[in-house]
């Protein structure tokens, strides 16, 4: 009867939501439960999301970024909480000033954690000024073409779900000589982060350059 009973215990219902806001560290893990999970953190007014307990430390963040073997959360008198392969990426905007308070109270800890050198920090030109009061519309065709690639992975990610209850990650594979490349890229910033190197002091931002670069190639 025990056994009968363990049967049946009712699966974990799992959320299969890809973009999230604002989420605890708790929240973090129920999204990356399971297998091969993959999940991107996404604000265009980031100001709120690094106040968020999550951004205290990045340490968590770091290991979903890199692709840990196992996160586990275990919680007193509630069920752990296990991940296995999981990925973790954040696309967030911010305004430059509320950007530079930020770093100035919690910049230590972000970078002391090595949450800063996986960033790859873009800063956009704004056009206040140059803005014509009837922007003149332009053809679509490329962005028509980007919404249509959009539309049929998450047709392919939606079909997965159905058909398997489990999506399939795609996995990419660099040439032979792109890898060529990116040896010799690997090569040359470790020589030049080794002590009195040029670039010794930025050590922990050039450590994952070559990653940044890997993550740009797949994106493109």
Request: charged share 25%.
């Amino acid at each position: 009867q025990l056994r009968a009973l363990q049967g049946s215990k009712p699966m974990h219902r799992q959320s299969h939501r890809l973009i999230f806001e604002n989420m605890t560290s708790n929240a973090l893990f129920e999204a990356l439960r399971g297998d091969d999970r993959s999940i991107v953190i996404l604000s265009d007014e980031a100001e709120g999301v690094y106040r968020s307990p999550l951004f205290r430390s990045g340490s968590l963040l770091n290991k979903g970024w890199d692709g840990a073997d196992t996160l586990m959360l275990d919680r007193a008198n509630r069920e752990s909480v296990t991940s296995r392969r999981p990925r973790v990426s954040s696309f967030l905007m911010i305004q430059p000033s509320v950007w530079a308070k930020t770093v100035q109270k919690n910049g230590g800890t972000l970078r002391d954690s090595g949450y800063f050198a996986r960033m790859l920090p873009a800063f956009a030109t704004s056009n206040q000024g140059f803005r014509p009061p009837s922007p003149k519309i332009t053809s679509d065709q490329c962005l028509s073409t980007f919404h249509g690639a959009i539309h049929e992975k998450l047709g392919r990610f939606a079909s997965q779900l159905h058909d398997t209850k489990k999506p399939q990650r795609t996995c990419l594979e660099f040439t032979a000589e792109a890898s060529t490349q990116l040896r010799e890229i690997t090569q040359y910033l470790e020589s030049q982060i080794a002590p009195g190197g040029r670039l010794h002091a930025s050590r922990d931002f050039v450590s994952k350059a070559t990653e940044n670069v890997c993550r740009v190639a797949a994106s493109l």
